[in-house]
């Protein structure tokens, strides 16, 4: 072992549906240095120690989103979070929260697609426009508008963060609201009034309690609390515009 080399140990929640009947911990102990993520850490155990340990990963740059999990009990990317922060200690890694486990730290993703689909994450065009007609233009304004919503990289650790959605499965979730915020307010999109259908409904945007927590572990700085609040403004605006304003304006 190298003269920089440490030992610590990595507690990993198992579940092999198999053979398990619920998940169980076990415990690894992997050489590290000190630029060493946890990811690293568990591409080692898979590597050189327990190859039928399962987890997902691909980029190792906090881009992808797929590295997600419980480290000591908080939602965080494995490639952006070190194990020199948890030595001496050790530390425990886990299946994200919330999220039924298909297999040791991979847990199944289909609800959040299904809901992802739901809001029609793409621009709707106002009106038709032919090819000819050239490129939709924007000001640097209007993309300050959602630009800070457009970074979410569909990680999920916002889920595993909310505990609403922990209580009520049915609620539609701080990321995949933020991103209908994100497509709601860019300028060239008119989907606004479709999509709000769901965020307005009582599992959308009224759902949320408010804890803030989805907006404290996103490695990307998204901020769904932010979004969430700015369209319950919203929607209590318009709820209230409909009592001023001649022919209803804001049904």
């Known amino acids: 072992m190298a003269e920089n080399e440490k030992i610590i140990e990595i507690e990993v929640l198992r579940y092999r549906p198999e053979q398990d009947k619920?998940?169980?911990?076990?415990?690894?102990?992997?050489p590290f240095t000190d630029d060493m993520?946890?990811?690293?850490?568990?591409?080692?155990i898979k590597d050189y120690l327990d190859g039928t340990v399962s987890f997902r990963w691909s980029c190792r740059m906090a881009?992808?989103?797929?590295?997600?999990?419980?480290?000591d009990g908080k939602p965080k990317l494995s490639c952006k979070t070190f194990l020199r922060d948890y030595y001496p200690g050790g530390?425990?890694?886990?299946?994200?929260?919330?999220?039924?486990?298909e297999r040791d730290l991979v847990v199944d993703a289909t609800d959040f697609v299904t809901k992802l689909e739901s809001i029609k994450p793409y621009i709707i065009p106002k009106e038709p426009r032919a090819l000819e007609q050239g490129e939709y233009?924007?000001?640097p304004q209007q993309r300050d508008m959602y630009e800070q919503f457009s970074s979410c990289i569909n990680c999920m650790l916002c889920y595993a963060a909310c505990p609403q959605y922990g209580l009520n499965p049915k609620f539609t979730g701080p990321g995949i609201l933020a991103l209908m915020h994100r497509y709601n307010a860019d300028s060239r999109d008119g989907g606004q009034a479709e999509r709000n259908e769901l965020g307005y409904a009582d599992e959308g945007y009224w759902g949320c309690t408010a804890v803030g927590y989805c907006s404290?572990?996103?490695?990307?700085?998204v901020d769904p609390a932010n979004a969430i609040n700015q369209n319950k403004m919203n929607s209590a605006i318009n709820y209230f515009t409909?009592?001023?304003?001649?022919?209803?304006a804001g049904k």
């Open 216 to 221: 404290e572990v996103c490695p990307k700085g």
């Open 22 to 30: 619920e998940p169980v911990l076990q415990t690894y102990k992997v």
């Open 63 to 71: 881009i992808c989103g797929s590295c997600g999990m419980m480290i």
């Open 137 to 139: 233009l924007q000001t």
């Open 91 to 101: 530390l425990r890694v886990e299946a994200l929260a919330h999220l039924p486990i």
């Open 242 to 248: 409909r009592f001023v304003t001649p022919g209803g």
């Open 37 to 44: 993520s946890v990811l690293q850490g568990l591409q080692y």
